[in-house]
């Protein structure tokens, strides 16, 4: 099995969701840390282990929702620096460059089981000389299970921030250890 760091200049982690239940509000974080063990001929032996700095959080739009998220009421950065995720189990599915990845999510120190969809996008060797793979998977988490309850009542009856998060992860990592021979 080869061991894989996830390159954090080319790793993203995007999320939204909906606003005042009409539209719908993008972010994502920039700075994820984390390491791949993976091996295409055996992608149910994988596992991943990433790291998502709460701070590195880009752009909303407007800079009062970006405070805002990083907030006690959202993700409290100062006490809650870090996002993780830890899978527990990958099951391939459709041609083989699919998968399921079930894992432990940890948002505002509350650990639930999340399934990502994902998918191995190829492998490379770089004009640098290094050998890369990317991946990019998705999910939908409800936002309260984590403890991201603040929320505004509308006139209308629904609310300002809607619960349901939809999260796009987009993954590269560069081969740290080749597979040992068996």
Known sequence: MALWNIDTAHASA???A????I?????????????????????AAASVEAVIETASITSTGLEQRDN???????LDIENYPTITFKSTKVEPTGDGTEAKITGD???RGVTRPVTLKAE????EKSPFGTTNIGFTGT???NREDFGLTWN??????????????????????????????V
């Open 14 to 16: 995007d999320f939204s």
């Open 18 to 21: 909906r606003h005042m239940m």
């Open 23 to 43: 539209t719908t509000v993008r972010g994502g974080f920039r700075s994820i840390s984390g390491t791949i063990e993976y091996d295409p001929a055996n992608p």
């Open 68 to 74: 805002h998220l990083k907030s006690g009421d959202f």
């Open 105 to 107: 999510l940890t948002i």
């Open 120 to 123: 191995f996008l190829g492998q």
């Open 139 to 141: 999910t939908k988490i």
């Open 152 to 181: 505004m009542a509308l006139e209308s009856g629904g609310w300002l921030v809607g619960k349901e998060i939809s999260i796009t992860l987009d993954v590269e990592a560069v081969l740290v250890t080749e597979p040992a021979a």
